[in-house]
């Protein structure tokens, strides 16, 4: 009888540590799909680039996202998936836009155009109410690097499916954390 309830014990401790290595393996496999997401970027001087943010798994019917730069600035806010230049900074006025129509698709990256020096660095993009940020280095240099292989860089490029996407960037030569 003695060792019954030591046996029963044990049981429930290791039912324990298996739920809660399960529970950890869970959490481990969600983090790594909500975590900050990077990659690096290159542009030129006067170019323009496209600072890619594309969510893949099902989102709300409202979607809220802000573009933030490495000072914490305003590049671009979607509100309710409408783009809200109201509080973008100065330094992005004009310059920064993204692609409304690719929303629905999980699409929020956005265009800089007559890229400057001071442009270069971490930018970030948080999708709000799904726990999603993706983080985008831009490296920005002064003069221009031509590619045959690098594919357009329009919206078109970035709504195609994720196995596209990442392909395009591996071809590129953009590096995917």
């Not at 496209?50 to 989102?59: A, G, K, Q, T």
């Not at 573009?67 to 992005?92: A, C, G, M, P, Y």
């Not at 020096?117 to 983080?135: A, I, N, S, T």
Request: a positive charge.
């Amino acid at each position: 009888m003695k060792y019954e309830g030591l046996n029963d014990s044990w049981r429930r401790r290791r039912r324990w540590m298996s739920d809660t290595g399960s529970f950890t393996f869970w959490m481990l496999i969600w983090s790594l799909n909500n975590a900050v997401c990077g990659l690096d970027v290159e542009g030129s001087v006067g170019g323009s680039v496209v600072l890619p943010c594309i969510y893949s798994d099902p989102l709300p019917s409202s979607v809220s996202v802000y573009w933030r730069d490495k000072d914490d600035l305003s590049v671009l806010d979607i509100v309710k998936s409408s783009e809200n230049r109201t509080s973008q900074h100065q330094r992005f006025r004009g310059r920064v836009s993204s692609f409304p129509q690719l929303y629905a698709k999980g699409n929020f990256s956005v265009e800089m155009r007559d890229l400057k020096p001071e442009d270069q660095g971490p930018y970030e993009c948080e999708v709000l109410r799904v726990h999603f940020k993706r983080k985008v280095t831009l490296k920005v240099s002064d003069f221009l690097k031509v590619s045959p292989t690098r594919p357009s860089n329009t919206a078109a490029d970035w709504s195609s499916n994720p196995r596209t996407v990442i392909s395009a960037l591996l071809v590129s030569g953009f590096i995917l954390f």
